[in-house]
């Protein structure tokens, strides 16, 4: 069974950082591409930012640019955001996806593009 399951979430002052995890199973992350997706209360959810399964190609949403950065251990099958020097509109259910690209360079940031997701973890930015 194809699981994701994040940790990592909290509450942090702004300009703090925190680390999340998405740990996989049930899938060979080799073939995947990854992505970490959030949403604020009454919003959208969002893209942050995607890592390729070849190459890699990663991308990220402006908002993140400069302080936040993904990246993935295939062999651990768990990838991670690093995020840094946090903000109050950060704040969100931060949500790990992956989806079936086979090798290929490219990853979106369209939630819709997405087959599997795992169940979110607050992250919230409050002095």
């Known amino acids: 069974q194809l699981q994701l399951v994040e940790s990592g979430g909290g509450l942090v002052q702004p300009g703090g950082s925190l680390r999340l995890s998405c740990a996989t199973s049930g899938f060979n992350l080799d073939y995947y591409a990854i992505g970490w997706f959030r949403q604020a209360p009454g919003k959208e959810r969002e893209g942050v930012s995607c890592?390729?399964?070849?190459?890699?190609?990663?991308n990220y949403a402006d908002s993140v640019k400069g302080r936040f950065t993904i990246s993935r251990d295939n062999a651990k099958n768990t990838m991670y955001l690093q995020m840094n020097s946090l903000k109050h509109e950060d704040t969100a259910v931060y949500y790990c996806?992956?989806?079936?690209?086979?090798?290929?360079?490219?990853?979106?940031?369209?939630?819709?593009?997405?087959?599997?997701w795992g169940q979110g973890t607050q992250v919230t930015v409050s002095s």
């Open positions: 996806a992956a989806k079936w690209t086979h090798l290929s360079y490219e990853c979106s940031l369209r939630s819709d593009t997405y087959d599997y």
């Open positions: 890592i390729s399964s070849r190459g890699p190609t990663i």
